[in-house]
């Protein structure tokens, strides 16, 4: 009889590439996957021929989509991991956690109230464990943050200005795929802010009250492109000619994984993941600015943007001790077009501590490499490796999941209405 923990994988983008390929290779030793699902056929065998092809494991079952449940009763998983679009998250989740299954699923934990309301009374009625990965968290940079605040190097932060920038690259990508639906993704202020509300979460130790946003669609989508002089369109970008000239264009024909993952697959499901990012139909926001409270009476100024010309973050922490200044600058990247060790690493990290009537001093960093500024690697051996106590308490709950969407699912709320958001009236956790 195995010992090995079994894992199924629901959902075969491009980020379930991270989680199989750590299962078949660094931790094959007590992990197995049982299975896979998905709603395309296509993109299952092709990660079925990574697992043979690169890996060198055995191939594994594949069930569609409809045949969730028969794949938990016939494959018998310890654990179903989550990678499918966002809105269908809480679907696998609660179906898994009925069935008997523990749960990792990718971030967000879902794109709205309700759902989310009905994940945690799952983990209640059932009693089963789920995790969200929140790999930001475990970056070398990110948790010292934490430290010199835990620490009281500022004292007690009384304000964050924390302000993200995504690039024509990366940023363009999530208006090119399933993303640029907000129905589909909660919209970039749940999708992606997720990861950065978390952290300020997780920096401060503290939990989201009251939130207001403003945003909206400013450069992405056809009536802004017109708006700025463009009359030549496409819908989408492989094979077009309109699309040749097109820096935002992404030609899948050119990176052999989307190829393989994408482009060869589209008569499963129709999926077209290179659209025009000057297309109609994007129903997210490009530009958005938030306004947190939280129950520390901290509060948090927040923008995000789509279409810079670099990738990364700053951050200023403001304390009653002195302040800390925070700059990081991230490779850029395309989701699933190159090596996930790639995935938002961290090209320079610069964290600048000014104490109140002192001079300012650099802090120094370890060096770490991997994906999302070295956090995936420390991630994975979180999930897969053997236990370790963590000071930090970097492993992220379902109740950390819903606090940080809690502030994205305010804001769109806010946005629709013009008014302050209390979190309180979202769920109850």
């Not at 940023?171 to 978390?198: C, E, I, M, P, Q």
């Amino acid at each position: 009889m195995s010992s090995k923990k079994r894992y199924a994988i629901v959902g075969l983008g491009s980020r379930a590439r991270f989680f199989y390929q750590a299962l078949a290779s660094t931790y094959a030793e007590n992990s197995e996957i049982a299975a896979f699902c998905d709603i395309n056929q296509g993109r299952m065998n092709y990660a079925n021929s990574v697992l043979v092809n690169e890996l060198g494991a055995d191939p594994v079952p594949t069930y569609p989509a409809w045949g969730f449940e028969r794949m938990i009763e016939e494959a018998k998983p310890d654990v179903v991991l989550v990678t499918s679009i966002d809105r269908t998250h809480h679907i696998y989740i609660i179906k898994a956690m009925e069935m008997g299954c523990d749960v990792i699923t990718e971030k967000p934990l879902t794109v709205d109230a309700e759902k989310c309301q009905a994940i945690l009374d799952t983990v209640k009625k059932t009693g089963r464990g789920l995790r969200v990965t929140f790999n930001y968290r475990y970056a070398p940079h990110n948790t010292k943050i934490r430290e010199l605040i835990r620490d009281g190097v500022i004292g007690y932060v009384t304000s964050v200005h924390f302000e993200w920038l995504l690039d024509t690259q990366h940023g363009a990508d999530y208006f090119r795929r399933w993303h640029r639906d907000k129905r589909n993704s909660g919209g970039l202020l749940v999708h992606k802010s997720t990861h950065h509300f978390d952290l300020v979460n997780f920096w401060l130790a503290a939990q989201p009250r009251t939130v207001f946003a403003m945003g909206d669609l400013l450069f992405y989508g056809r009536e802004n492109a017109e708006r700025r002089g463009m009359r030549q369109f496409y819908y989408r970008a492989t094979g077009s000619k309109a699309a040749e000239n097109d820096p935002f264009a992404l030609d899948l024909r050119a990176n052999p994984s989307l190829e393989k993952m994408y482009l060869e697959n589209e008569e499963y499901d129709g999926y077209l993941r290179d659209q025009s990012v000057f297309g109609d139909g994007i129903s997210i926001e490009d530009t958005m600015a938030v306004v947190v409270r939280y129950n520390t009476k901290a509060i948090l100024t927040y923008s995000l943007n789509t279409y810079m010309p670099w990738e990364g973050y700053r951050v200023a922490f403001n304390g009653t001790k002195g302040r800390i200044q925070v700059h990081v600058c991230e490779k850029s990247y395309v989701s699933g077009g190159a090596q996930v060790s790639a995935e938002g690493a961290a090209e320079s990290k610069d964290i600048v501590v000014f104490p109140m009537f002192e001079e300012p001093y650099k802090v120094t960093v370890e060096e770490a490499e991997g994906g999302h500024g070295g956090g995936d690697p420390v991630l994975l051996r979180d999930l897969f490796g053997e236990p370790q106590d963590d000071p930090f308490k970097r492993a992220a709950s379902h109740i950390d999941g819903a606090l940080s969407i809690a502030v994205g699912i305010a804001a769109n709320e806010s946005m629709r209405t013009g008014q302050a958001v209390q979190v309180k009236d979202l769920f109850n956790i």
